[in-house]
């Protein structure tokens, strides 16, 4: 089903999601629902509280266009500065320049309860980080220079999380 994506403003965008403590039939339900919405929305991930639920759980797109889900995820490892444009689903036509890790290594669970840990590069590394963020409260708006926001009308599918 595809959600309501929450734009800036609302307040449990500012708030730090809860962890997950049952691998149920309604966070595999979440998990579907936030990779149909972040499809729908050309999204290159989401987390669950842009759709309004408080949980610590995000969908990112891998290089293969295919959906990552993970649910407690947590950064363990990154490595270096990569600096590159960024938007975000909830705040919409709006980019500026953030600087992320070039290299992150996360751990975090898969729907079904299994610990999973990922290395990721480049724009995998950025939307993961961006994704984790968004489960303590913080926007892209928070890390990014203030001197290289811009407005954008056409969609810009590709840069959107
Ligand atoms: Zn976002």
């Avoid at 842009?50 to 990112?60: A, E, N, W």
């Avoid at 913080?138 to 407005?151: C, E, H, N, Q, S």
Wanted: aromatic fraction near 4%.
């Amino acid at each position: 089903m595809i959600r309501k994506i929450l734009t800036l403003g609302a307040p449990i965008l500012r708030e730090k999601a809860l962890p997950v403590h049952k691998f149920d039939a309604n966070l595999r339900r979440l998990i579907n629902d936030m990779i149909e919405t972040m499809k729908s929305a050309n999204g290159a991930g989401l987390a669950a509280p842009q759709i309004g639920v408080s949980q610590r759980v995000i969908v990112v797109l891998q290089e293969n266009d295919k959906p990552l889900p993970l649910v407690n995820p947590t950064i363990l490892h990154s490595e270096g500065i990569e600096e590159d444009e960024e938007g975000c689903l909830s705040i919409p036509n709006l980019y500026a320049i953030v600087p992320r890790p070039a290299y992150v290594k996360v751990s975090g669970f898969n729907p079904k309860g299994r610990a999973v840990s990922i290395e990721a590069e480049g724009i995998l590394a950025r939307a993961l980080c961006h994704e984790i963020d968004h489960l303590d409260g913080v926007l892209f708006i928070d890390k990014a220079y203030p001197d290289t926001f811009r407005w954008v009308k056409v969609e810009k599918a590709e840069s959107k999380r």
